[in-house]
C-alpha cells in the first residue's frame, strides 16, 4: 500500500528522509511525484492518483477553494528561500548584492534554472535577470530544466568551468556536487511558504492526514531546518 504525493521539488528531500519512519509507523510506502509546483496542480485537475500534495501555500488555498484539497488538513512545511549554487569545490563569487550577482551571472558559461513557466524558481529568476537588465545577454547561457532538483543534478554532473544554478535553497542543499553560494540578494528575496495536505479524493484519506502531521510536525522540524526549511 503506497500514499501518493504530488509534490513541488523543494520538499523532495525532506520526504525521502522520512519514507522509512512513515512506513514503520503505518506499514505504508510512499510513492511521490515531484516537480514544478505548476506542473504537479496539472497532475492532480488531470486526475492523477493523489492522497498528499505539498505546494505553495497560495496554491493549496486556491485548490482547496475548488474543493480539491480536504478542509482543515493544511499544514505548513516552512518558508523556503531561492538560492544561488556552483558546482561543489569551484569558488564562490559574491552574491550578496546586484552588481555582484549581476557579474557572477553575466561571467557564467551555463545558467541552471528550474522550469521559466511553471516553477516558482524559475519564473522568478526570470523576472531577476529583467530586473538586472541582462536577460538578453545572458540567454546563451540560460539551461532551463523541468525542475529544480533536475537542474541541480545536471549542474553538478557537467563538465565544463564557471557554472551557476538558481533554484529552491532546499534543491541545492539537497544535491550532492553543488553548493550553496547564499539566498538571493535581500532586493531579490523570494521565499515561499511550503504546505502539505490531504487531497479530497485520497484513496487513502487516513494515512494522508497521518502523512500531512509526520510532515509538518515535530517529528521531522529539525530535518526541515537543516534542509533549508525557515521555521
Known sequence: MDVHILSGGAAQGVVKALQQAFRDDTGAGI????????????????????????????????????????????????????????????????????????????????????????????????TVLKRLGILAEVEPALRPFPNGATAMAQMAQADEPLLLG???????????????????????ELATVYTAAACSRAAQPDLARRLVALLAGGESRALRSGGGFEL
Do not use: N
Open 31 to 126: 510513492a511521490g511525484t515531484f516537480g514544478a509546483v505548476g506542473a504537479m496542480k496539472e497532475k492532480l485537475l488531470a486526475g492523477e492518483p493523489c492522497d498528499v500534495l505539498i505546494l505553495t501555500q497560495a496554491l493549496i488555498a486556491e485548490l482547496e477553494a475548488g474543493g480539491h484539497v480536504a478542509p482543515g488538513s493544511a499544514a505548513p512545511l516552512g518558508r523556503v528561500k531561492t538560492g544561488i549554487a556552483v558546482k561543489s569545490g569551484e569558488a564562490q563569487p559574491d552574491v550578496s548584492d546586484a552588481d555582484g550577482l549581476r557579474a557572477a551571472l553575466l561571467e557564467a558559461h551555463g545558467i541552471y534554472f528550474p522550469d521559466p513557466q511553471r516553477a516558482t524558481a524559475g519564473i522568478h529568476f526570470i
Open 166 to 188: 538558481c533554484t529552491q535553497v532546499t534543491e541545492i542543499l539537497y544535491t550532492s556536487g553543488v553548493t550553496l553560494v547564499a539566498a538571493l540578494p535581500a532586493e531579490f
